[in-house]
């Protein structure tokens, strides 16, 4: 009978325990991840000051290519807001510097919508290039293009409503509006190519944001008549 007992005490003995009770979870474990923000420190101060009241242009992401060609603080310059709201499209939309698409939408919005305005509403703008990642004038060897660095556009004029269009190289377009539109530029690009300055621009306004020592710059338009 002892020994029955003693057994019956060994084996309550091997009884497992319960496992530890887990440690109580603090409030921070239990509350719910947070949501994620927008990443904003890549945003330029530029690209804030582009609001959709000056012009439509989407945040690109930093472009790197071979040869150096590729910027930062990008975006896709697709329409240019003027001063009475309306949208203008830009014809195909470009690629470029935020800088440099302040200053276009600026010179459309402030100049050539003001000068045009007594011979159309503007609807569209016309580019010829933008980024791309070549040499001068596509001349192998030269120095590497602003159009390689996002800091140049190619504009070929505007479209009217009701009106045509005005290209600014056109001969037979009204010359007083050209030469308005050549001053305005100059004053506002430190780089201003077109008719008479290389060959190469005969057709199209060559406009960048080039810095150079002593804050040299170049204005090589010719406004030409009929």
């Known amino acids: 009978m002892l020994v029955v007992q003693s057994c019956s005490a060994f084996a309550s003995n091997r009884v497992p325990l319960p496992l530890p009770r887990p ?12 949501k994620k923000t927008p990443e904003t420190s890549n945003v330029s101060a530029c690209q804030i000051s582009l609001t959709e009241h000056v012009a439509i242009a989407p945040i690109v992401p930093p472009i790197q290519e071979p040869g150096g060609c590729g910027s930062d603080d990008l975006v896709r310059l697709e329409s240019v807001i003027l001063q009475n709201g309306a949208r203008v499209p830009l014809r195909p939309a470009a690629i470029m510097r935020c800088p ?3 200053a276009l939408a600026d010179w459309i919005r402030d100049d050539v919508a003001p000068l045009v305005a007594n011979v159309g509403v503007i609807r569209e703008i016309d580019i010829a290039g933008s980024y ?4 001068r004038n596509r001349v192998s060897g030269e120095r590497l ?7 140049a556009i190619d504009v070929v004029g505007v479209s009217l409503r009701n009106a045509g269009s005005m290209s ?6 009204a010359r007083d ?9 100059c004053s506002r690009f430190p780089t201003v190519l077109g008719p008479g300055s290389d060959g190469y621009h005969e057709d199209h306004i060559h406009l960048d944001l080039l810095e150079r020592k002593s804050g040299y710059r170049i204005c090589q338009w010719t406004v030409l008549g009929p």
């Open 23 to 34: 440690l109580e979870a603090s409030a921070s474990t239990l509350r719910a991840p947070d």
């Open 100 to 102: 440099l698409a302040k």
């Open 132 to 135: 791309e990642c070549r040499d």
């Open 145 to 151: 293009s602003e159009h390689a660095r996002a800091n």
């Open 168 to 173: 600014f190289t056109d001969r037979l377009a």
């Open 177 to 185: 509006l050209r030469e308005k539109a050549r001053n305005s530029a």
